[in-house]
């Protein structure tokens, strides 16, 4: 029963050296390691935990097959003074982000706005990580990458299209901020194999078979079907969701030249490097009228305060649940693991041969 599983508790320091032990043992170099480290373990604080510790061995499989390297860092190509097209050289997306993300920043501080696309790119992990940094500095952030082809567009039969994220943040006073970072499909993949790991069906309009039609069986989808996208069918505007998502495809593979759509490699594969395409926006609100920081904390107030209905609790805006997860972290004085997860570190720590995580508790 879910409500008995004692979860256990592992500092996040703790897991952020973890994580770098078994990056650096598969072939990264240290402060490639670190960047990934930093992702991963601000994934599992937010309560993202399929795109935390949960994706380590994907790094690390893509890092021993030489599919992923950590030989370059990544170098700007081509730049105006508010754009720039990156080559990622195909090390780990989180280093290949950073370096745009920060590009971004800087030309932001500088003229206002810095636009900033990657191409041979590898999984970035969670959109969010990369726009809380623009945050943090006072600027609007926006973070799009393509993924491998899961998405079946309306009216389609086929995955054609990745659950291609979007993250916007926004900061507000006081350290509070918008910080909306999602799929453009319904639901992520990791759904959808819980379900059928607990031999559950799935809710219609979260996935189809491979014909396209919408299924309940999780196998179907999981097999040789695909994802719907954000919004489900036609009928309840699933074509949104993949209008979403294309967009989010031109800002990145498009705009990037790298592979793009059905060109990705399978989510399943990893006989060749990714090529992905992403992209990176920083822009410094105090280019457009004044008081922006006030007037976000106003609406967010506003929302916030609003009479929820009856039996629901209140009303959040995008980013609370993440703030909530991570305050929880920290009085728990670190990150809540279901014990599979611990016992998965525990199996990867033995395969790459090097010292096992700590854990420190269990609540
Ligand atoms: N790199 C990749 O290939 C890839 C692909 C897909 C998703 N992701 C990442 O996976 C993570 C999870 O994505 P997801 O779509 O499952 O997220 P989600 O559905 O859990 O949350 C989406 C957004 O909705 C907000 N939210 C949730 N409940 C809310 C409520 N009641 N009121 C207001 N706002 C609310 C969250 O703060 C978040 O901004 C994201 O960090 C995303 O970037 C990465």
């Not at 567009?153 to 900061?171: D, E, F, K």
């Not at 959808?192 to 039609?213: C, H, L, Q, S, T």
């Not at 006030?294 to 929302?303: F, G, N």
């Not at 805006?317 to 009085?331: L, M, Q, W």
Request: glycine letters at 12%.
């Amino acid at each position: 029963m879910e409500g008995k599983v004692k979860y256990m508790i592992v500092a996040a320091e703790e897991m952020f050296n973890f994580v770098v032990r078994c990056a650096q043992k598969a072939g990264a170099r240290k402060s490639h390691a670190e960047s990934l480290a930093e992702l991963l373990v601000a994934a599992d604080t937010r309560g993202h935990f399929s795109h935390g510790l949960n994706r380590l061995n994907m790094y690390v499989r893509d890092l021993q097959s030489n599919t992923t390297s950590s030989k370059d860092d990544p170098k700007v190509l081509k730049e105006t003074p508010g754009t720039a097209l990156v080559d990622g050289c195909n090390v780990l997306g989180p280093v290949v982000g950073k370096f745009c993300i920060d590009l971004a920043i800087k030309k932001a501080k500088e003229i206002g706005i810095g636009w900033v696309c990657a191409t041979g790119s590898n999984h970035f992990g969670i959109a969010g990580w990369y726009t809380i940094r623009a945050a943090n500095e006072g600027l609007l952030g926006m973070a799009f990458t393509n993924t491998s082809p899961l998405m079946v567009p309306t009216r389609g039969q086929r995955p054609a299209l990745g659950t291609n994220p979007i993250s916007v943040a926004a900061p507000a006073n006081e350290n509070d901020s918008f910080v909306l970072d999602m799929a453009t499909t319904t639901v992520a993949l990791g759904k959808v194999e819980i379900n059928k790991r607990k031999d559950m069906d799935i809710p219609e309009g979260w996935g189809v078979d491979g014909e396209g039609k919408v299924t309940t069986d999780p196998k179907d989808v999981l097999a040789d079907g695909g994802l719907l996208p954000l919004g489900g069918v036609e009928e309840t505007g699933g074509y949104k969701g993949y209008g979403l998502a294309l967009m989010t495809e031109v800002f990145c593979g498009i705009l990037a030249g790298s592979n793009y759509g059905p060109n990705i490699r399978s989510w399943k594969s990893n006989s060749t490097a990714a090529n992905l395409g992403q992209c990176f926006v920083a822009l410094d609100p105090g280019a457009f009228a004044p008081g922006f920081t006030d007037r976000m904390s106003d609406i967010m107030a506003s929302l916030r305060g609003m009479t929820p209905v009856e039996g629901q609790p209140s009303v959040m805006v995008p980013g609370d649940p993440e703030r909530s997860h991570e305050e929880k972290c920290k009085s728990l004085g670190g990150i809540p693991y279901h014990p599979n997860q611990i016992e998965y570190a525990k199996i990867l720590a033995k395969k790459l041969g090097i010292e096992d995580v700590k854990v420190k508790g269990e609540s």
